[in-house]
């Protein structure tokens, strides 16, 4: 159940910054498919890939752990 919620808040934070899944993962240099499994729960990010997530779109780790 988190992995779903942590997922829906990366694609909210993602759709806020404009961005494509294909812009969002190139930028963090990861393929798309992760980032997708990421939004859909189906996989767990590193805690390094959510640093850099955070990074991408501007936001502090407590904002996307709120879920």
């Known amino acids: 159940m988190m992995l779903h919620n942590l997922g829906e808040t990366l694609a909210k934070f993602r759709h ?12 963090i240099h990861i393929s798309r498919q992760c980032l997708g ?11 390094t890939d959510v640093v850099q997530l955070c990074q991408l779109y501007g936001i502090g780790l407590e904002q996307l752990l709120k879920v």
């Open 16 to 27: 806020a910054a404009g961005l494509t899944q294909q812009e969002a993962a190139d930028r």
């Open 37 to 47: 499994n990421w939004e859909t729960g189906t996989r767990e990010p590193r805690f």
